[in-house]
Nanobody
């Protein structure tokens, strides 16, 4: 059973940096894609960044050049990170990590920012950026 738990959220001033993490336990997949999403009050959840097991990445236009997604593998678990630089007040949101289903070898790995591509979700971590 895959479980995702985010950590590292907090309050920062605009222009500063923050790194949030996600521990994915029970993770035995060798071919997969992971994603970071965020949801601000009154808005829909949106994709921020995605990374697949082959290292391919995809970023939302609003964060490209400021955010970096990365991962570290461990035995039956992995860590997903989102390094956020030059933060803006509009980055304020609850941030969620998500995992897609395992991919068989005949399916191409393609990072994605659509909610429908993910099946496991963490409870979220709050990031607040003040001006």
């Amino acid at each position: 059973q895959v479980q995702l738990v985010e950590s590292g959220g907090g309050s920062v001033q605009a222009g500063n940096s923050l790194r949030i993490s996600c521990l994915a336990s029970g993770y035995r997949y060798s071919r997969y894609c992971l994603g970071w999403f965020r949801q601000a009050p009154g808005k829909e959840r949106e994709g921020v960044a995605s990374i697949c097991s082959d290292g391919s990445t995809l970023y939302a236009h609003s964060v490209k050049g400021r955010f970096t997604v990365s991962k570290d593998n461990a035995y039956e678990s992995l860590y997903l990170y989102l390094q956020m630089n030059s933060l803006k007040p509009e980055d304020t949101a609850m941030y969620y990590c998500a995992s897609g289903p395992p991919r068989p070898v005949w399916v191409n790995l393609t990072p994605a920012l659509s909610l429908s591509d993910y099946v496991y979700w963490g409870p979220g971590t709050q990031v607040t950026v003040s001006s």
